[in-house]
């Protein structure tokens, strides 16, 4: 009753340093946004309007975005429109930011969800084989695998795999994430899930195929370190004495790697799935723009070649606060799962 008790306690105490530590790095990460939009060269507003604004227009825009008060007035006022849900306005754009953020956001999100299913599984899958298959030719095949789609540039990934399965073959379409001839009742912006949602088969099947390429080759980006994590996790666990102890009476092979080693080996990864939450959607950015997939990932990019730094200030706030919330709740399931991180 008192280890219980124990335990309990640990895991509350680690749950409220946590949550009580989580204001203090939200604080920290929301600076670091201001200052690095503040610190990049030029003037934001003339950069956005160019050679095509007046003197008068460009003073207005200015003064609309209150880039005239004094810079801890603008920090202030950044962080209260944090708050409240205000990301800003744009200036190449009539829509606010909060607004395109509703609008891009189930596309990312879709994206990177199907590409950390595939990368999971590729990485448990082949990093668990690598690991029970150890110096062999399919371990060896096992870790250069892991290297090889962890080094390889997302784009180039996403050119070959347009080149080989779309315009060669034939199978999957080059990009965007439906086709022309499809009309999309998309009540969640989540075209999968409205298509099972409103039984629509063709909205389901087309969206599916759409979302393959570019899925996959961002699932590869990360999949290389699960492949690595998975593998070097399972030698060790292998290796530990609970597992030579369930060995030693008698408990078969595949009963000790999956049931006892496999399991445990899994705790880690939950951890770096969400140090790899930034990855993915930095790799977001990239396979978006590779295959014209209209999330906020290219949503971003237009608004950099536009030099719209109001823009660029509120969809990157977003993307930190987004990191933020993964990786608070990777931390409250670890210690949930994992009483060592308790103490």
Known sequence: MAKGESGSSGLRRYLLTRLALAPLFLFTLLTAVFVLVRVMPGDPVVASLGGRATPDRIERAQEALGLNDSILVQYGRYLFDVVRGDLGDPLTDPRSVTQIVADRFPATVELTVFALIVAVVLGVLVGAWSARRRDTVFDVGGRLL???????????????????????????????????????????????????????????????????????????????????????????TLQSDYVESARARGITERRVVFQHAFRNALIPIITIMGLQAALLLGGAILTETTFSWPGLGSALVDFVNARDYAALQGIVTFFALVVFAISLLIDILNGVIDPRVRY
């Open 146 to 236: 892991g290297i090889v789609v962890y080094a390889a540039p997302v784009f180039w990934t996403g050119i070959l795999a347009q080149l080989f399965f779309a315009n060669r073959l034939d199978l999957l379409p080059t990009g965007n994430r439906l086709s022309a001839r499809i009309v999309a009742d998309a009540p969640t912006g989540f075209y999968l899930l409205d298509g099972i949602i409103t039984l629509n088969g063709q909205l389901f099947f087309n969206a599916l195929a759409h979302l393959i390429l570019p899925g996959v080759t961002l699932g590869l980006l990360i999949g290389g370190v699960f492949i690595r994590m998975v593998r070097v996790n399972m030698l060790q």
